[in-house]
């Protein structure tokens, strides 16, 4: 069974960069058919899809991000990684890792990595 | 962009009710290329429906998706003490940026 566990530092300082890695067991991350998201989500707010990366490190960003996230993968070690430069109070969110099919018609998250917390404070 | 409208965003019932959730998608969803999540406190979301009606693996049959064009719903037939959560409703199979509905909260009355 696919598992997908976030990982990274919960705080973070205005104007540096939030760094998180996805860790990936149970599959490869090199299987091709697959992409694999970030997606966050402020308290008692919604979901907001940050980018995703394909095996081979092809890349897409969410525009009204697009400036400040970096997404990229290590397939030695079944991982990918967020980096979203500049941060504010207004990043602070529950940070998720999920899995989306290259199919477009399969093209759904599942699984989700549990989340992980992470506070924008000085 | 395709721009999804979830009501309403707060709904209060009782173990048993019947109810039904509403997603209203700004144009057209081609191939009926919807999904709805569940989302409890302190968890993931987990995948519900695909395909707007497909059942993803292990979902009760109590849950139902219906719907085509831009009007989609989420139907619980007989509500559950642990169905009692946050829904969501999600746009894929077009060119990213993914977009979710801003959410459906199904509370205990």
């Known amino acids: 069974q696919l598992q997908l566990q976030e990982s990274g530092p919960g705080l973070v300082k205005p104007s540096q960069t939030l760094s998180l890695t996805c860790t990936v067991s149970g599959g490869s991350i090199s299987s091709g058919s697959y992409y694999w998201s970030w997606i966050r989500q402020p308290a008692g707010k919604g979901l907001e899809w940050i980018g995703r990366i394909y095996s081979s490190g092809s890349t897409n960003y969410n525009p009204s991000l697009k400036s400040r996230v970096t997404i990229s993968v290590d397939t030695s070690k079944n991982q990918f990684s967020l980096k979203l430069s500049s941060v504010t109070a207004a990043d602070t969110a529950v940070y998720y890792c999920?899995?989306?099919?290259?199919?477009?018609?399969?093209?759904?998250?599942?699984?989700w990595g549990q989340g992980t917390l992470v506070t924008v404070s000085s | 962009e395709i721009v999804l409208t979830q009501s309403p965003g707060t709904l209060s019932l009782s173990p048993g009710e019947r109810v039904t959730l509403s997603c209203r998608a700004s144009?057209?969803?081609?191939?009926?290329?919807l999904a709805w999540y569940q989302q409890k406190p302190g968890q993931a979301p987990r995948l519900l429906i695909y395909g707007a009606s497909s059942r993803a693996t292990g979902i009760p049959d109590r849950f139902s998706g219906s719907g085509s064009g831009t009007d989609f719903t989420l139907t619980i037939s007989r509500l559950e003490p642990e169905d009692f959560a946050v829904y969501y409703c999600q746009h894929y199979g077009s060119s990213p940026p993914y977009t979710f509905g801003q959410g459906t909260k199904l509370e205990i009355k």
């Open positions: 144009e057209s969803v081609s191939s009926s290329y």
């Open positions: 999920a899995r989306t099919d290259v199919m477009p018609d399969l093209d759904w998250f599942d699984p």
